[in-house]
């Protein structure tokens, strides 16, 4: 079965400090990651998607199929980083998204 | 707004009760996604439209149904409601049936 675990429900950082949100997967066959955020009061938006290889707003993630995660990073946290981070699977099957438990970054002055 | 929208964005009704979310998608887009959101289960999968054929479902319960329009708008009904349909329901549309999902603000429903 398909399973997306984010084992953080909070994490709490500095501005200026790096920040990793961590996302582990199960899946068989060849998976379709994704990251999404949500803001404050905002509808939830695709952040990055792991087949485009992109770094948005300065964050990035690999996929390790190695070890089944796709972790999100970034070298500097700004306190507009603040928001849910949910990291999502596609069931190419089906092309429903498996969404994981969100974590929630907050970053601090 | 191009984007996704949704009415309303609260309800608040009782348990037995039967409520009708709403939801349109992006112009141009064919499938609309319909996803629960609660504090213990997280963001959940119910069901999917594609040109108004029903093209997945996921953990959609009976009592919970629905269908997408010629003019491509969606409405999920819930029905017999009970404490626990207390979520927030997101829709979503995509421009075919694997592109990128686009979230429409979510309705937030209270049974009490």
């Known amino acids: 079965a398909q399973r997306v675990t984010q084992p953080e429900k909070l994490l709490s950082v500095f501005k200026g400090a790096p920040v990793e949100l961590k996302c582990n997967y199960s899946?068989?066959?060849?998976?379709?990651l994704f990251w999404y955020v949500q803001y404050s009061r905002q509808r939830l938006q695709l952040l990055l998607r792991?087949?485009s290889r992109e770094s948005i707003k300065g964050f990035t993630a690999d996929l390790n199929k190695g070890e089944t995660s796709f972790h999100l990073k970034k070298p500097f946290a700004q306190e507009e980083d603040s928001a849910m981070y949910y990291c999502?699977?596609?069931?190419?099957?089906?092309?429903?998204?498996?969404f994981g438990t969100g974590t929630r970054l907050l970053v601090s002055p | 707004d191009s984007g996704v929208t949704q009415t309303p964005k609260h309800l608040i009704t009782a348990t037995g009760q039967r409520v009708t979310l709403r939801c349109s998608p992006r112009?141009?887009?064919?499938?609309v996604y319909w996803y629960q959101q609660s504090l213990d289960q997280g963001l959940q999968f119910l069901i999917q439209?594609?040109?108004?054929?029903?093209?997945a479902k996921g953990n959609i319960l009976e009592r919970f149904s629905a269908q997408q329009f010629p003019d491509l708008h969606s409405e999920l009904n819930l029905s017999s409601l009970e404490l626990g349909d207390s979520a927030l329901y997101f829709c979503?549309?995509?421009?075919?049936?694997?592109?990128?999902?686009?979230f429409g603000p979510g309705t937030r429903l209270t049974v009490l």
């Open positions: 112009s141009g887009d064919l499938s």
């Open positions: 792991h087949i």
């Open positions: 999502a699977l596609k069931d190419t099957g089906f092309q429903k998204l498996v």
């Open positions: 979503a549309s995509s421009v075919g049936t694997g592109g990128e999902q686009f």
């Open positions: 899946y068989s066959g060849s998976p379709e």
């Open positions: 439209y594609y040109n108004g054929e029903e093209r």
